[in-house]
């Protein structure tokens, strides 16, 4: 199947600092990828799709200034957490879509985890 | 917003079928009935994924009813190593998954 990497696996910066989160699509080249965030013993939300050569689209509540998205090639997508805060702190994952119509899915990254200090 | 509906937790022995349910009422005709499942720590696993007719592979199985208001996962033989939380997403191909609360299943030795 499709590998997704995620790098770095495990973050911890001070508050007030920025992060970057890279998502890489190994064997594949993806248009489109996506980022969710998870906090303990809750589900993925979606926090934007991100569309390879144009802005990426956030959901509704997510601070496009806070959480900058950049998906510069077909293989890689990064998510920048700016002034990071202790709130912040959470599992990151990414996606890559894969696929014709029938076919279409997302496969996802192992995920990153932030600790914000 | 999620469209699915599941039990939040279940349990299983092992070696036996695990059946695990969605509700999905309120589904188009053209979204697609995806499962993946999370195991503790990790990004999710993509598991099957169907429209209308029931779909096998290698991991599982899904049955969709006829009128595809409700699904069920079906994993033949569970092992410990099945032991996570199980999504059922319903969504136009192509678009933004929007996962729910999913079911929790243990597989017991």
């Known amino acids: 199947g499709a590998v997704v990497s995620q790098h770095p696996s495990r973050v911890i910066c001070k508050s007030g600092t920025s992060v970057k989160i890279e998502c890489r699509s190994l064997?594949?080249?993806?248009?489109?990828m996506f980022w969710y965030r998870q906090f303990p013993k809750k589900s993925l939300m979606l926090m934007a799709t991100?569309?390879?050569?144009?802005?990426?689209?956030?959901e509704q509540g997510v601070e496009k200034d806070k959480f900058l998205i950049n998906h510069a090639s077909l293989t890689l997508s990064t998510l920048t957490v700016t002034s990071a805060h202790p709130e912040d702190s959470s599992f990151y994952i990414c996606?890559?879509?894969?696929?014709?119509?029938?076919?279409?899915?997302?496969?996802f990254g192992p995920g990153t985890r932030l600790t914000v200090l | 917003d999620a469209k699915t509906t599941q039990p939040p937790s279940m349990d299983c022995a092992e070696g036996r079928a695990a059946n695990l349910p969605c509700n999905h009422s309120?589904?188009?005709?053209?979204?697609?009935v995806y499962w993946y499942r999370q195991i503790h720590s990790q990004g999710p696993q993509y598991i099957i994924h169907?429209?209308?007719n029931n779909e096998t592979n290698e991991m599982a199985s899904l049955i969709i009813t006829e009128d595809r208001k409700s699904s069920t996962l079906i994993l033949p033989h569970a092992t410990l190593r099945d032991t996570a939380v199980y999504y059922c997403?319903?969504?136009?191909?192509?678009?933004?998954?929007?996962f729910g609360t999913g079911t929790s299943l243990t597989v017991i030795p």
């Open positions: 996606s890559a879509r894969v696929g014709s119509p029938h076919t279409d899915t997302q496969y």
């Open positions: 064997d594949f080249q993806a248009t489109t």
């Open positions: 991100s569309n390879e050569g144009s802005k990426a689209t956030y």
């Open positions: 309120t589904i188009s005709g053209n979204e697609y």
């Open positions: 169907g429209l209308k």
């Open positions: 997403i319903v969504t136009l191909t192509g678009n933004q998954f929007y």
